[in-house]
C-alpha cells in the first residue's frame, strides 16, 4: 500500500511562486513515475509535470518554462516549484505514483492565485 501525502498549496497573487511536496509512504521504488495533476472546478483532472519510467519528465504545454517537477528518492518526495503563477494556475494539485499495477492519489492541495 502507498500513501502519498501532499503539502505547498495555499494563496497567492499572479506572478508569484508556490513549491508543492509530495511525500510518499509505502513500498515504491526510484523508477516508478510520479508526478502531478490538477484539477480545476468544472474541469477533468489534467496532468501537470510527472516523471516518467527511466527519469524522463513531461510537462504540460501550459506549464513549460514555468513549473519544475524535481525528486528526491532517498525521501520518496516529489515536488513542484511553480513560478510565475498565473489565475488559470488554480486548482487543487494531487500527486500521482503508478506502482504496478496501482495507481495512487495524494489527497489534493488547493492553489488559488489571485489576479
Known amino acids: 500500500q502507498v500513501q502519498l501525502v501532499e503539502s505547498g498549496g495555499g494563496l497567492v497573487q499572479a506572478g508569484g511562486s508556490l513549491r508543492l511536496s509530495c511525500a510518499a509512504s509505502?513500498?515504491?521504488?526510484?523508477?516508478?513515475?510520479m508526478g502531478w495533476y490538477r484539477q480545476a472546478p468544472g474541469k477533468q483532472r489534467e496532468l501537470v509535470a510527472r516523471f516518467m519510467t527511466g527519469g524522463i519528465t513531461n510537462y504540460a504545454d501550459s506549464v513549460k518554462g514555468r513549473f519544475t517537477i524535481s525528486r528526491d528518492n532517498a525521501k520518496n518526495t516529489v515536488y513542484l516549484q511553480m513560478s510565475a503563477l498565473k489565475p488559470e494556475d488554480t486548482a487543487v494539485y494531487f500527486c500521482?505514483?503508478?506502482?504496478?499495477?496501482?495507481?495512487?492519489w495524494g489527497q489534493g492541495t488547493q492553489v488559488t492565485v489571485s489576479s
Open positions: 509505502g513500498s515504491i521504488s526510484s523508477i516508478d513515475p
Open positions: 500521482n505514483v503508478f506502482r504496478w499495477p496501482n495507481n495512487y
